[in-house]
């Protein structure tokens, strides 16, 4: 026995993180990165302190009412904390904590990919170019959308939101948003506030999803709302697929309703609805908002601060229930 806090670590971590988390604790690691069902996650939890896991493992209430005594705090390599029930951790007296900032720039990032790509049709393109199948260019060939002055309308302007906001702004776009309330205008940075989502739809040559999944939030993008965006629209979740019924967003764009669509998060990951994959005009990546070496070092020291503040009786900075 070391006398560390033993922390049950549910996905491979950076090097720099394992490394760290040998130094100050006692992990129990999973080099083989092979998801857990909620069995052998109760299981491995045994007689340990805390949980780091991804947003990958479900945290419903049965499974929080199943772990051991011995769990202290979980404390989520994610910013995302809608995989947790945080009411059943809270009965428990469970720690939750999650890893905000550290990812925003590069979730912006994945956003205005999943903008161009949408817009310029990038993935038909390397889709024709890989498969051998370019053989001509005209006037008319992969003709897309041009962003660059447009109107985007951001939902949710938080962390993410607000620097997609700024970076949106680099292509000369009219940047709206909707969020539960208006943010510090010394932030707005010339973002036109909308208390009603419905009222700002219609502007939006181009929809930002940015706002977590929670209760209210589920289905926020659905058929009735889709009417409402201008025809040609281009529609982009980096999010979480949550916000969006496939069905509605599907229809949209088979019937030219919606130009495009840039997906980088799902309902059901990974196991997603396949006829998003039959459209030519979705751009699908894989759930890499925060994929980057410099963000997930940062979000697994983030973790692991918010751990050393729990196991020092400190109140963790990122703690959300
Ligand atoms: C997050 O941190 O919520 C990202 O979606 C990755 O889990």
């Known amino acids: 026995m070391s006398g560390k806090s033993v922390v049950l670590v549910t996905r491979k971590l950076p090097n720099a993180v394992e490394d760290r ?17 909620s069995d052998e996650l109760i299981a ?3 007689g340990a302190d805390a949980i780091m896991p991804c947003h990958t493992e479900k945290f419903s209430a049965e499974v929080v009412a199943r772990l051991p005594d011995s769990i202290k705090a979980i404390a989520n390599f994610s910013v995302g904390v809608d995989h947790v029930d945080l009411q059943a ?24 990919l999943c903008m161009l790509g949408a817009a310029r049709r990038a993935g038909e393109g390397e889709r024709l170019v890989r498969g051998a199948g370019w053989k001509d260019w005209s006037p008319a060939f992969m003709v897309g959308i041009q962003v660059t002055g447009k109107r985007v309308g951001i939902v949710g302007m938080g962390r993410v939101g607000q620097i997609v906001a700024r970076r949106m702004r680099g292509f000369d776009m009219e940047v709206h948003y909707h969020n539960r309330r208006r943010i510090d205008p010394t932030l707005e940075q010339g973002a036109i506030f909308h208390e009603s989502l419905e009222e700002m739809l219609p502007l939006c040559e181009v929809l930002s999803l940015n706002c977590p999944a929670t209760p209210e939030t589920t289905g926020l993008l659905n058929a ?37 669509a840039g997906l980088d998060v799902y ?17 699908l990546l894989p759930h890499v908002g925060s994929a980057t070496r410099e963000t997930r070092d940062a979000m697994g020291y983030r973790a692991l601060d918010n751990l050393d503040a729990i196991f020092a009786g400190r109140e963790p900075g990122d703690r959300v229930a």
């Open 21 to 37: 988390l040998h130094r100050d604790y006692e992990p129990r690691l999973n080099p083989d990165d092979r998801l857990y069902s």
């Open 267 to 283: 309902n059901n990951e990974p196991a997603i609805d396949p006829r998003y994959r039959e459209l030519d005009n979705t751009f």
């Open 89 to 112: 951790a809270a009965k428990r007296g469970i720690i939750v904590t999650n890893t905000p900032d550290v990812l925003s720039d590069a979730t912006a990032e994945i956003a205005i």
């Open 44 to 46: 491995l939890s045994e």
């Open 224 to 260: 009735a709302r889709i009417a409402l965006l201008p025809d040609g629209a281009i529609v982009i979740n980096t999010a979480r697929g949550a916000l969006v019924d496939d069905d509605a967003l599907i229809a949209a764009l088979k019937s030219g309703k919606l130009h495009s």
